[in-house]
C-alpha cells in the first residue's frame, strides 16, 4: 500500500505538469496558427489586388485591340486599305476575306480578357462582314473588277440600318464602360 502511496505521490505532480505543458502548448499552437491564418488571409488578399491591378491593363488593352479588329474589318476601311488597282473582283474578294481571317487569328488571344457577350458580338460582326463580302461576290461576273466589288459592296452596306461592326463597337463600348465600374 505505501508503494502504491509513492505511485501516487509521483504521478500527480507528473500528471500536474503534464496537464499545464499540454495546455500551454495547445494555447501556443492555437495562437500561432490563428496568426498564420490571419497572415494568409493578408496574403491572399494582397495577392489578389496585385492580380486585379494586373488584369486590368490587360483587359484594356484586351478591348482595345477587340475594337481596332472590328475598325479594321468595317467594310469601308477594310475596302480602302486592301484594294488596289489592278485586282480583278476574285482576287479582291480572296484578299478581303483572307485579311479579315488574318486579323481575327492575330486577335483570338484577346478573349481571355474581354466579357464572352462581348467577344461574340466581334465574331458575329466578323461572320455577317465576311457574309457582305460572298454576297457582293456571289453578284460579280467572271470578269469583273476589285472596283465593281467594292461597288456592289457598298450598295449593300448602304442599304443595311447598321453595319454589323458598328454595332459591335458600341456593344463593346457599353460593356467596357460596365466593367469599369
Aim: charged share 25%.
Amino acid at each position: 500500500m505505501e508503494e502504491f502511496i509513492e505511485v501516487i505521490k509521483l504521478a500527480i505532480p507528473s500528471l500536474l505538469v503534464f496537464g499545464v505543458v499540454y495546455f500551454m502548448l495547445k494555447q501556443f499552437l492555437n495562437r500561432e496558427l490563428s496568426i498564420n491564418n490571419q497572415q494568409l488571409k493578408v496574403q491572399q488578399e494582397e495577392f489578389k489586388l496585385q492580380a486585379k491591378k494586373d488584369f486590368i491593363p490587360l483587359k484594356n488593352q484586351a478591348y482595345e485591340r477587340a475594337l481596332l479588329y472590328i475598325e479594321r474589318i468595317d467594310p469601308n476601311n477594310l475596302i480602302m486599305r486592301i484594294h488596289q488597282p489592278h485586282m480583278n473582283a476574285r482576287q479582291f474578294h480572296s484578299a478581303l476575306l483572307n485579311t479579315i481571317r488574318e486579323e481575327y487569328n492575330h486577335n483570338m488571344v484577346q478573349q481571355l480578357y474581354i466579357a464572352k457577350s462581348s467577344w461574340d458580338k466581334l465574331k458575329q460582326a466578323k461572320e455577317e462582314t465576311v457574309k457582305i463580302i460572298n454576297m457582293a461576290q456571289n453578284q460579280m461576273k467572271e470578269n469583273s473588277t476589285g472596283l465593281e466589288l467594292s461597288a456592289i459592296i457598298f450598295e449593300i452596306i448602304s442599304k443595311l440600318d447598321h453595319l454589323p461592326t458598328t454595332t459591335a463597337i458600341d456593344y463593346m463600348k457599353t460593356e467596357f464602360q460596365k466593367s469599369i465600374k
